[in-house]
């Protein structure tokens, strides 16, 4: 059966922390690995990864994939109040997304 | 009209009733997809649709419908609503055209549906 999960399941950290989300996959026909970012509403589309070893990166956000041990990570510097978020990991497979259960992040002021 | 639409934004819904969530795209994009996201189990397929006329299953498709008349529009309805259908459901659109597969996928501000 294709998963993905996500950990940790929440988090909360102050201005400034770095975080890491992680995202681990076990899914047949794997084409690639995207990362969204949900606040109030609609998941915005992040990044999409489909190389091992290759960083994307945007702002203070950074993700890298590992197709041979089948996890992604994503990393924040410097977080920000507007950084609270969950951030959703989705695999796809075939011409479908499979999706994580998000990860809940808080940024305290 | 810019990206997706839903509508309506959120329902209260009697448990049995006919209830129709819409979607429409201006994007021209070829594949749509359902989605309902409930606390803890993150987005899960509901139906799909690859191109215009043709749909499919997803991976908790039962007691819902859809249809693709056009390339815009993707209706999603619950013939007979259930009190475990209340949840928060999410069209989204991607361009598959490429042959790069599910790729980006834009999705619209969702519906709040509640069944009592």
């Known amino acids: 059966e294709d998963k993905v999960v996500q950990s940790p399941l929440s988090l909360v950290v102050h201005e400034g922390d770095t975080v890491t989300l992680n995202c681990s996959y076990e899914?047949?026909?794997?084409?690639?690995l995207l990362w969204y970012k949900q606040e109030k509403k609609a998941p915005t589309f992040l990044f999409m990864l489909?190389?091992?070893?290759i960083e994307k990166k945007s702002g203070r956000l950074s993700s890298i994939l590992d197709k041979k041990e089948l996890f992604s990570i994503l990393n924040i510097t410097a977080t920000q109040t507007g950084d609270s978020a969950v951030y959703l990991c989705a695999v796809e497979h075939g011409n479908k997304l499979v999706f994580g259960a998000g990860t809940i992040l808080r940024v305290k002021s | 009209i810019a990206g997706i639409t839903q509508a309506p934004t959120s329902q209260i819904l009697a448990a049995g009733r006919r209830m129709t969530l819409r979607c429409t795209q201006d994007?021209?994009?070829?594949?749509m997809y359902w989605y309902r996201q409930d606390l803890g189990l993150g987005l899960r397929l509901i139906h799909y649709?690859?191109?215009?006329?043709?749909?499919g299953k997803g991976e908790v498709p039962d007691g819902y419908s859809v249809s693709r008349a056009n390339t815009d529009d993707f209706p999603l309805t619950l013939a007979s609503a259930v009190p475990s259908q209340t949840s928060v459901y999410f069209c989204?659109?991607?361009?598959?055209?490429?042959?790069?597969?599910?790729?980006?996928?834009?999705f619209g501000p969702g519906t709040r549906l509640t069944v009592l």
């Open positions: 489909t190389s091992s070893g």
């Open positions: 649709s690859n191109t215009a006329g043709t749909t």
């Open positions: 994007m021209r994009h070829n594949a």
């Open positions: 899914v047949t026909n794997f084409r690639s």
């Open positions: 989204a659109s991607s361009d598959q055209r490429t042959g790069a597969g599910a790729d980006t996928q834009y």
